[in-house]
């Protein structure tokens, strides 16, 4: 049974995230605002900020992973389930979240709507499941017209900074410097 409130944690990046993307806030000021307002332990706002940033930092590769394991195209996902799926998908691939807990408190961000509960539940569990078999998606740079391409996908990284480093570097040297990133 999946608990009806998120940790105050993933609550407060949630807000953050919809105020960023809602009201076009600054994300370091809507963090800082979001932290000063709540009164939490040192613990508490670690992980705040670490959801907050690095979920900004993988974006692309978050949204490319998400696109893959639903069947409608992510821009008529709902902006709050895609905040959501953002943070459980960063949790999982990048944080030592236990799975249990990052399904449990992604679905707890969607309060008690249950449609939203449900999807939110069914795309972290494909992924779990995807990636317990290895078959996690990757960005192909046949699908995506070139290697530069997905490994800016896979990287977080603009398309034109790296075809730019690819011009200026060779592709090799390109693609070293963004996986180092």
Request: negative net charge; aromatic residues 8%; hydrophobic residues 45%.
């Amino acid at each position: 049974m999946y608990q009806t409130n998120p940790s105050i944690s993933r609550a407060l990046a949630h807000h953050v995230f919809v105020r960023i993307v809602e009201d076009g806030a600054y994300a370091d000021r809507a963090l800082d605002a979001a932290l000063n307002q709540a009164e939490i332990d040192s613990r508490d706002a670690s992980l705040t900020t670490e959801l907050v940033y690095g979920v900004l930092r993988q974006a692309r590769y978050l949204d490319f992973i998400i696109g893959e394991l639903i069947t409608r195209p992510l821009n008529q996902v709902d902006r709050i389930v895609r905040i959501a799926l953002r943070m459980g998908v960063y949790e999982i691939l990048f944080l030592r979240t236990p799975d249990y807990s990052a399904v449990d408190q992604a679905v707890a961000l969607m309060g008690r709507h249950k449609a939203r509960r449900g999807f939110v539940n069914g795309v972290l569990r494909t992924l779990l499941r995807k990636r317990d078999a290895d078959e996690l998606p990757e960005p192909s740079a046949e699908a995506l017209g070139g290697t530069l391409v997905a490994a800016a996908i896979r990287y977080s990284i603009p398309t034109w900074l790296l075809q730019t480093l690819g011009e200026t570097l060779g592709e090799d040297e390109a693609l070293a410097w963004a996986e180092a990133q």
